[in-house]
């Protein structure tokens, strides 16, 4: 698990100093961005007592995904060191969760982005067992997520010509084709996923 969060974290970095170099020091409230999608995340929960609808778990699956991209980003920027960082968060997300409904936990972790502004891994920790997520999954659905993202930037999506639909399926479902079959635990993981992308990429 320490590796892994590792390689998330570095990935994160990554991503952020792509869009700015200097991403750190820009005092971006990180934190809000993460109790937002908290509220996005509610919507495809069903919260709407008076309007039937059914929880869509891979939508919220990915939500949680989102938020953990804006949690690392806040913890990032309140960190001398990343070693130090992964091994709290892996000792965080390793202990035994709270127990709590879907809507109870994604509360808990939105309040405590309010009223800490910052980011509890032991508040995640419990949406992530409430919306039955494990690490496993979260690092690959993150690593999937974010290689793609560096693969829009390196093809063109800031210009416009990069293309998004290939052989009639968006992106995201060829990232999803390509998480399946590779396993998340070899060591170049997030550079195998970019090597797939190529490799079916018609531009």
Not at 102 to 131: K, N, R, V, Y
Not at 158 to 181: M, P
């Amino acid at each position: 698990m320490l590796n892994a969060v590792r390689t998330m974290l570095d990935l994160q970095d990554r991503m952020n100093t792509k869009v700015h170099p200097e991403w750190r020091e820009q005092g971006f409230e990180w934190y809000r961005a993460a109790w937002i999608e908290c509220a996005e995340l509610m919507d495809h929960a069903g919260y709407k007592w008076w309007k039937h609808a059914d929880p869509d778990m891979e939508q919220i699956q990915l939500e949680v995904v989102d938020i953990w991209h804006f949690g690392m980003s806040a913890m990032i920027c309140r960190c001398d060191s990343l070693d130090e960082l992964a091994a709290q968060i892996a000792k965080d997300l390793s202990a035994i969760p709270r127990e709590s409904s879907l809507l109870e936990a994604t509360e808990i972790l939105a309040e405590s982005c309010i009223t800490t502004q910052s980011f509890s891994t032991s508040a995640f920790l419990g949406l992530m067992a409430a919306s039955d997520l494990s690490f496993e999954q979260l690092y690959r659905m993150y690593v999937g997520k974010n290689v793609l993202n560096f693969f829009r930037q390196d093809h063109g999506y800031k210009d416009g010509s990069y293309i998004k639909i290939w052989a009639g399926r968006e992106d995201n479902e060829h990232l999803s084709d390509l998480l399946v079959r590779l396993d998340p635990k070899q060591t170049d993981f997030a550079d195998a996923v970019y090597r797939g992308l190529a490799e079916a990429y018609p531009g």
